[in-house]
Structure formats: C-alpha cells, structure tokens
C-alpha cells in the first residue's frame, strides 16, 4: 500500500522559513518523479516544484530562489526546505509521487499517482 506522509507545516511570520518533509513506503521510491504542490482555499491546486529519479528539478515561478526540493533515496524522504517565506504562500501542502519512471518531472496533477493528506503552511504579515 503506497503512503506519503507529510509533517513540518506550521505558522510563521513573513520572511520565516519552514521546512517540510514527506516519507514515501509502499513503492520504488528512488525510481519515481515526486513533486510539493499546494493549495489556497477557493484556489486551484498548483505545483510548486518536483523532482525526477535523476534528480532534474522544476520549480515555479512563484517561489523560484526561495524554496528547493530534495530527496534522500535512504529514507525515503522528499523535503521542502522553504525561505523568506510571504503571505501569499499561506496553503495546503501536498506532496505526491509518480506510479514508475518518468523521465523528468511536471507540475501537472494529472502527472502524479499518489498524494499525501497534506500539511498547512500559514504565513502572517
């Protein structure tokens, strides 16, 4: 049975920094794309950044210079380290994965097989 986890949300002020992280079992965690994507109330589920097996990573526009995306293949474990942290980066944290091998990676939903419950990051003025 595939389970993401997430854990590491929290509260901050704006220009704070959190990190979150996501641990993976129930597949070949190294071998699939994996990806942060989040979502506002009443807004859309956006990705944030993802990453493949060959670690090539993608990274939006919105957070790119503040937020980073790594994976470590031992435990398992995708992590968001996020900086200077805004307002507008206040949402629900999802991390998901790839059901196999990709090639690279996308911020698409559609892209991925598996989600996490999610951890919320709020950031206050």
């Known amino acids: 049975q595939v389970q993401l986890v997430e854990s590491g949300g929290g509260s901050v002020q704006t220009g704070g920094s959190l990190r979150l992280s996501c641990v993976a079992s129930g597949f070949t965690y190294s071998s699939n794309s994996m990806a942060w994507f989040r979502q506002a109330p009443g807004k859309e589920r956006e990705g944030v950044v993802c990453i493949d097996s060959d670690g090539r990573t993608m990274t939006a526009d919105s957070v790119k210079g503040r937020f980073t995306i790594s994976k470590d293949n031992i435990k398992n474990t995708l992590y968001l380290p996020m900086n200077n942290l805004k307002p507008e980066d206040t949402a629900m944290y999802y991390c998901?994965?790839?059901?196999?091998?990709?090639?690279?990676?996308?911020?698409?939903?559609?892209?991925?097989?598996?989600w996490g419950q999610g951890t919320q990051v709020t950031v206050s003025s």
């Open positions: 998901a994965a790839t059901a196999e091998y990709t090639g690279g990676c996308l911020l698409y939903t559609g892209t991925y097989n598996y």
